[in-house]
């Protein structure tokens, strides 16, 4: 597959194993969850009661000022985690993706089977990165897409239903980028940077979409919704869909709720960025847990550099320090990925020096 002049990379020799539709097992209301689902090793997991402690909060309509720069700064290397307010996506396009997305999950499953994952894709509605009969499985559903650069779209995966659908993830799509690349400018100049350097590896940029659905769980307190990891993506662009909590991010050992602010995006550093940064800036761990009465829904964005590149410590931060990851081809980073489950922070392991 081809896409705008860069190289070869056949997203579609990549799959995950078909596993049971998390939202028919919770309509049936079971008793027992079946024990691929049970993450007794989370049980004793400390969970943060600090009120007081929460991710930090950029606004995007000061990113001009000194302060503000310093305040994203901050969050990118203390955090790894900030929401982003004031970010100039119009409410009607996150309030149109919202609806449709709650709108495709609420259809009757055959209809949702319209865009179901076939094998070796990996786009579609099933999951992902499941690869042996006897991983652990997440308690959730999803409907992936890749949304850039256009020509890597697929269409059959993307619902036909609901019928604006299609237009409506096509403007956020587009929007995202625009938030991403302001996001990468600053990054650069706080790292002390040529931002064209950066920005130059993401012209062409690889967006995926992930739609998350938890379906309320009986037994909630031994499931998880995603597994712990780190994004291996360079940015992760995530909208609460609605108002139900649920992801959390590991800091000093213990796990932090993260409570959403109205129309913010959460903003998350992925691996792909702590690499790039030479460990300056870190992915960190979370996870999503699931209510035990309520749906929660949420749609991830992942940014990454364009094909044809090559992941790794960028050189303006690698000439008085010690390059601290491996420097390869993106294609092979990729591949990594989508070869392997979820497993907290593997890629950022596998390219340790």
Known sequence: METMGQSTFEFEKFGSLPVENVQVLASKNLKNIPSRYIRPEFESDVVSTDESLQIPVIDMSKLDHDDE????????????????????????????????????????????????????HIEGYGQVFVISEEQKLDWSDMLFLFGLPVPLRDTRFWPAN??????????????????????????????????????????????????????????????????????????????????VEGLQINRNQKWVPVKPIPGAFTVNIGDVIEIMSNGEYKSVLHRAVVNGDKERLSIAAFHNQKLGTQVGPLQDLVKTNKALYKTIPVEEFRRWKMTSKQDGKFMIRKMEL
């Open 69 to 120: 720069q310093t305040k994203l700064h901050f969050a990118c290397k203390d955090w790894g985690f900030f929401q982003l307010i004031n970010h100039g996506v119009a409410d009607e396009i996150i309030e149109q993706m919202k609806a449709d997305a709650r709108e495709f999950f609420h259809l009757p499953l055959e209809e949702r089977m319209a865009c179901a994952q076939i094998p070796d």
């Open 162 to 243: 609901p019928p604006s659908f299609r237009t409506t993830l096509d403007k956020y799509t587009m929007e995202l980028h625009k938030v991403m690349i302001q996001l990468m400018k600053l990054i650069a100049k706080n790292l002390g940077m040529d931002p064209e350097t950066l920005l130059s590896l993401f012209e062409n940029e690889i967006q995926a979409i992930k739609m998350n659905h938890y379906p309320p769980c009986a037994e909630a307190s031994k499931v998880l919704g995603a597994s712990p990891h780190s994004d291996s993506s360079a940015l992760t662009i995530l909208l609460h869909a609605n108002e």
